[in-house]
């Protein structure tokens, strides 16, 4: 019998690498959850249950007392406005910019294109705070510092997004583009109803990466900011609760704003999720 005439099995280990399989994916989906999970239910502590030794995993008694008392010590509703307005200003600005300049550097040929690109890749391994003083004082010279204005100004462009817009731009067919100009549609017109339906996934990653970097940034808005108090975003305003947690006694509290501040970005991912997993290719773009 010859090593040719040796056959193994199809899927003889699978039902054993399967099981292991998911026994790994359960222990890790446990092991992320569990700090969100014990955030929630510790909100729902009493202040008695919160300093409990051993610890309290299910509240005997859940209650949302700490949520009010939350509502009582900042604006919840100001600052999360003030949030929604930052990174939602901010994630629009970004997906438009990244777009297009995504688009320009993936499409179009034009001389130091290729070095204007890794300049701009360059920038993604400055430190932000290195940034933090010269764009300060941009905005500074602007006369928008304590306003939301300055906040949002600076970030309105991302070289990370116009990196990921570059490489899955790329893969759009030149000749479908090509049909679009000699149809008579503008640079526009081929950006937005065909380029950017063709990488909606990429769009919607990106979306996400922006919204909860933004919505969760603390050093940046606390700087330009200076005290206007009615201007924090929701981040900030919940440090006035860790100054307010000068022990366990109220860790409930603090666990209920984290769970508030929490919400927005969590939801955000349940609705993108799915475009994760989408093709980035449109049907007829195959050229199968």
Not at 27 to 49: D, N, Q
Not at 263 to 275: A, E, G, T
Request: net charge positive; proline share 7%; hydrophobic share 55%.
């Amino acid at each position: 019998m010859s090593a040719r005439d040796i056959t193994i099995a199809p899927g003889a280990a699978s039902p054993a690498w399967k099981a292991l399989l998911y026994l790994l994916m359960i222990g890790i989906a446990v092991a992320s959850a569990f700090p969100l999970a014990w955030m929630v239910l510790s909100s729902l502590k009493t202040p008695a249950e919160a300093m409990q030794t051993p610890p309290v995993w299910i509240p005997a008694t859940p209650s949302l007392d700490a949520y009010s008392k939350v509502a009582e010590l900042i604006n919840v509703g100001r600052s999360f406005a003030n949030s929604a307005l930052i990174a939602g200003v901010t994630t629009f600005g970004i997906l438009v910019t990244s777009l297009m300049a995504g688009y320009a550097f993936s499409k179009y040929r034009f001389r130091g294109r290729d070095a204007l690109f890794a300049i701009t890749i360059a920038t993604m391994f400055l430190p932000p705070i290195v940034t933090l003083i010269p764009l300060y004082r941009l905005v500074g010279s602007l006369g928008l510092n304590a306003s939301l204005v300055g906040v949002i100004l600076p970030n309105l462009a991302n070289a990370f997004g116009i990196f990921l817009m570059r490489q899955f731009i790329a893969g759009v067919p030149d000749e479908l583009l090509e049909a679009a100009r000699l149809d008579g549609a503008s640079e526009m017109r081929i950006l937005f109803q065909i380029v950017a339906p063709a990488v909606a996934p990429a769009l919607a990653a990106l979306a996400l990466f922006a919204f909860v970097y933004h919505w969760n940034s603390y050093l940046w808005p606390l700087t330009v900011l200076q005290g206007n108090s009615d201007n924090y975003p929701i981040v900030i305003s919940l440090s006035r609760l860790l100054s307010y947690n000068r022990s366990a006694v109220n860790t409930n509290l603090v666990m209920a704003g984290a769970t508030l501040a929490v919400l927005p970005p969590l939801i955000l991912f349940v609705f993108l999720q799915r475009f994760f997993v989408r093709t980035i290719t449109a049907s007829g773009m195959t050229g199968q």
